[in-house]
């Protein structure tokens, strides 16, 4: 967020650093949540966060170096089964946040005034092939944000179109050969990678998206990684 970076400890810590002297960045304030959160996401003037058993937490960051909690928002009640958040991904304009649980599920933040945040469940529905513990774990949106793609540490992953915000429509899904962490989308759409457990980079071909094919599964090495991404030219893995 500008000079500012959000980092999140799974102890349920977020870290507020200031970056703008990338040589001397230093951690000016640190929030105790008080329970494991996993993921965060950065939209207009609000931090939301994956907390876990706790749902979705929301903090005003007007103040970038002072960030505010201002609503927790549980998602006990709200679905059939394990409201455990771990995934968590905002539209660019933060109306509406994506969550991964054992369900995808959308909300609406705000209505016509983005300062009151009001989170309001609108959908959810059942992710086919991450069942089980612990269900959908990150969530990746393409750059014009109209696909989407959510995978799972138990080796899947769904393809969303999701052109209409409030309305996720499931495409397709595919398994990876082990444990999967992250995924990231090429401008044109058009293929995904995919970093398993062990490093093992998968790229598919997703041009058609009701049929995604796996083109390539590489060791990339003995090292344990959790993070990937593609160049914006979609020709180099990294």
Same mark, same amino acid.
Request: charged letters at 20%.
């Given at each position: ?122 959908? +959810?529905?059942?992710?086919?092939? *991450? &069942? !089980?513990?612990? =269900?959908?774990?990150?969530? /990746? #949106?393409? @750059? ?41 989308? +090429?401008?044109?759409?058009?293929? *995904? &990678? !995919?970093?398993? =457990?062990?490093?093992?980079? /998968? #790229?598919? @071909? ?33």
């Amino acid at each position: 967020s500008g000079d500012t970076v959000y980092a999140i400890k799974n102890t349920g810590e977020v870290l507020v650093i200031d970056v703008r002297n990338p040589a001397t960045s230093f951690v000016v304030k640190t929030i105790a949540l008080n329970e494991p959160a996993y993921n965060l996401d950065v939209s207009g003037n609000y931090l939301n966060i994956a907390h876990g058993g706790k749902g979705i937490t929301t903090l005003e960051i007007t103040d970038p170096l002072d960030p505010v909690v201002v609503a927790d928002t549980g998602l006990y009640g709200l679905e059939a089964f394990s409201p455990y958040v771990n995934g968590i991904k905002s539209k660019k304009n933060g109306q509406y946040l994506y969550t991964a649980t054992n369900h995808l599920s959308v909300f609406k933040m705000f209505d016509d005034d983005p300062t009151v945040i009001t989170p309001v469940i609108v959908n +959810t529905s059942w992710l086919p092939n *991450l &069942a !089980g513990s612990p =269900g959908g774990w990150n969530i /990746t #949106l393409s @750059d014009n944000e109209d696909l989407m793609i959510v995978s799972g540490r138990r080796s899947g992953a769904c393809i969303y179109d999701v052109s209409v915000p409030s309305r996720p429509v499931l495409l397709s899904s595919l398994e990876f050969n082990g444990l999967l962490f992250d995924t990231a989308i +090429t401008d044109d759409d058009n293929y *995904l &990678a !995919g970093v398993t =457990g062990s490093s093992f980079l /998968t #790229l598919v @071909d997703i041009t058609n998206k009701s049929s995604p094919q796996e083109i390539s599964n590489v060791k990339n090495s003995s090292v344990f990684a959790e993070q990937r991404r593609i160049t914006k030219d979609g020709r180099y893995e990294f």
